[in-house]
């Protein structure tokens, strides 16, 4: 038999409990709400909060690798467009050299090809040399590799570089490289062949190479995609699910509120045994 006692109200510390425990929920769905995660910090959840920040880190890190990618890519986009100026301006050369093999040329004429192929020729040992974006080149012949950020682990992509300059396409700068007569244009016209092949291969190896970057770069992206789905997944709130919840908890909360009212008056029957 329940006890009558205006000190000790079981039905009311029962009512204020759950009242409290549905409080606690609300608060707990109110903050899903407002921040949209399910775990929103250490106490919520402390091993998958861990998990989710070690992963946005990840995530966040490999902004840096995209941003050295993308570096990889202008440099040899810097140097294809360079290496497209230079088998231009071989090609031209090689046509002056075929003009100036004609035997049959006067002095003056002879003489104008050849000012205009030395033009050509310092022309292609300008645009080796500005072949730079950032202060790098792979075209310049100033190194033999160049590297980007590969992954988060500091690993590297390696792009080999493609010397463009008059050495790197075998012809001997020191010598000047010219003609003096038509027999010396003739031999040129070997050269200048040899040259346009060197750079066509070397364009290549470095069109190979951009396209590798692309490639990867695409990779690092997806991946980057990937990382935050699934911090996502790991900490993110159903807003639907919780939407529901919420209108639940009110319910309850009000139904609590109502109980508590209740127990707490049944003390006031008591008056009426000594009435």
């Known amino acids: 038999m329940a006890l009558n006692s205006i000190n000790t109200n079981s039905g009311a510390m029962i009512a204020l409990q759950n009242l409290n425990s549905t409080n606690n929920e609300l608060q707990v769905t109110q903050q899903r709400i407002n921040t949209g995660k399910k775990v929103g910090s250490a106490k919520d959840n402390g091993a998958i909060w861990a998990m989710a920040k070690s992963q946005s880190a990840t995530a966040s890190s490999l902004n840096a690798v995209k941003d050295s990618l993308q570096r990889g890519q202008s440099t040899i986009d810097v140097a294809l467009a360079a290496g497209d100026t230079i088998t231009d301006l071989l090609g031209k050369m090689k046509e002056k050299a075929l003009a100036a093999s ?90 200048i062949d040899k040259a346009i092949g060197t750079a066509t291969n070397k364009l290549a190896s470095l069109g190979t190479a951009s396209t590798g970057l692309d490639t990867h770069l695409t990779f690092v992206g997806k991946l980057q995609d990937s990382l935050e789905a699934g911090v996502g997944n790991l900490v993110d709130a159903d807003l639907a699910k919780e939407s529901a919840k919420l209108q639940s908890l009110q319910t309850k909360q009000q139904l609590g509120i109502q109980a508590l009212s209740i127990a707490n008056q049944s003390s006031s029957s008591i008056l009426s045994l000594f009435r």
């Open 102 to 191: 004609d035997t049959s040329l006067n002095t003056a004429s002879f003489n104008a090809l050849v000012s205009d192929f030395n033009s050509l020729r310092d022309q292609i040992s300008k645009a080796a040399t500005n072949a730079k974006f950032n202060g790098a080149s792979v075209a310049d012949g100033s190194t033999a590799n160049l590297t980007f950020l590969a992954n988060t682990d500091g690993s590297v992509f390696t792009v080999k570089a493609q010397s463009l300059s008059l050495a790197g396409l075998g012809i001997n700068p020191t010598a000047s490289p010219t003609f003096a007569t038509a027999s010396a244009a003739k031999t040129m016209i070997t050269t």
